[in-house]
């Protein structure tokens, strides 16, 4: 799913001007407690799935995103120090679907 066609808090933005991203941008996350969520992801039949997420953190420290589905907590995404803002990388979170759609959720909880 394309993070710049799906739901998010305010705060938070659609840019392009760092080169790497796919669809139409991807989202600056604003601060603590600002969120996107993905509003119809295919669980498939159900069970485990794993969730990936790309992106750039040029800044100078790692940003936390507590990870929800369906509404329930099923863990932490640590988004590391990249290289700059167009050093594209991936965090993996190994979780359990639902069957058909689901909402996945990243909410801010450190900067």
């Given amino acids: 799913a394309e993070a710049d066609n799906n739901i998010m808090s305010e ?3 659609i ?12 989202v600056d996350f604003g601060g603590v407690g600002t969120w996107l969520e993905f509003t119809s992801v295919d669980g498939g039949t159900g069970g485990e ?8 953190a040029g800044s100078e420290i790692n940003r936390a995103c507590d ?3 369906n509404g329930q907590p099923v863990g932490t995404a640590i988004f590391n120090r990249t290289e700059d803002w167009s050093d594209w990388q991936h965090e993996v979170i190994q979780a359990t679907c639902q069957p058909g759609a ?7 909880s450190s900067n």
């Fill in 15 to 26: 840019k392009s001007s760092n080169p790497g991203y796919s669809g139409t941008g991807y």
């Fill in 102 to 108: 689901n909402a996945i959720r990243l909410t801010v």
């Fill in 67 to 69: 990870v929800s589905i």
């Fill in 49 to 56: 799935c794993q969730l990936q997420f790309k992106y750039a």
């Fill in 11 to 13: 705060n938070m933005n």
